[in-house]
C-alpha cells in the first residue's frame, strides 16, 4: 500500500470512529469479514481435554508485524498444542499470512521455518 494510501485509509479509520469517542452514535459502525476473501483459513485449535490445566485456560495469540520487510503488516496467528488426552484429528501448527498489499500469502509455521 503506498503511503498516501496508507494516510487516506488511516483517516478513513479516525472519522470513522469519530462517534465513539465523542459519544453521539448516530449510526452504527459496521464491520464486514472478509477473511475468507483475504485467504486466510485459520482454525484455532485449543488442545483442551477438559482436565483444567492451566494452558486450556488461555487464549490464543496474534500479532501484526512486518515479517518481510515491505511495510505492509503481515499477520502471525498462534495455535494451541498436545496436551496430555487431547488427541488431535489434523496436525496443529500456527500460522503466518503475508501481506502484500491486498493479496494474502500464508506461509509454512512449522517450528524453526522462521527466519
Known amino acids: 500500500m503506498s503511503p ?62 512486518d515479517y518481510d520487510g515491505d511495510l505492509d503488516p503481515d499477520l502471525y496467528l498462534v495455535n494451541g498444542g498436545l496436551l496430555r488426552g487431547f488427541a488431535a484429528s489434523s496436525p496443529i501448527s500456527s500460522a503466518l499470512y503475508r501481506n502484500d498489499g491486498w493479496d494474502v500469502h500464508g506461509c509454512d509455521c512449522r517450528l524453526g521455518s522462521l527466519p
Open 4 to 65: 498516501p494510501l496508507r494516510v487516506a485509509a488511516f483517516v478513513g479509520l479516525l472519522l470513522s470512529t469519530g462517534p465513539l469517542v465523542t459519544g453521539a452514535m448516530h449510526e452504527p459502525i459496521l464491520f464486514t469479514d472478509v477473511t475468507t476473501l483475504a485467504g486466510i483459513d485459520f482454525v484455532h485449535i485449543t488442545g483442551a481435554t477438559g482436565q483444567k490445566f492451566m494452558v486450556e485456560t488461555m487464549g490464543a495469540g496474534a500479532v501484526f508485524f
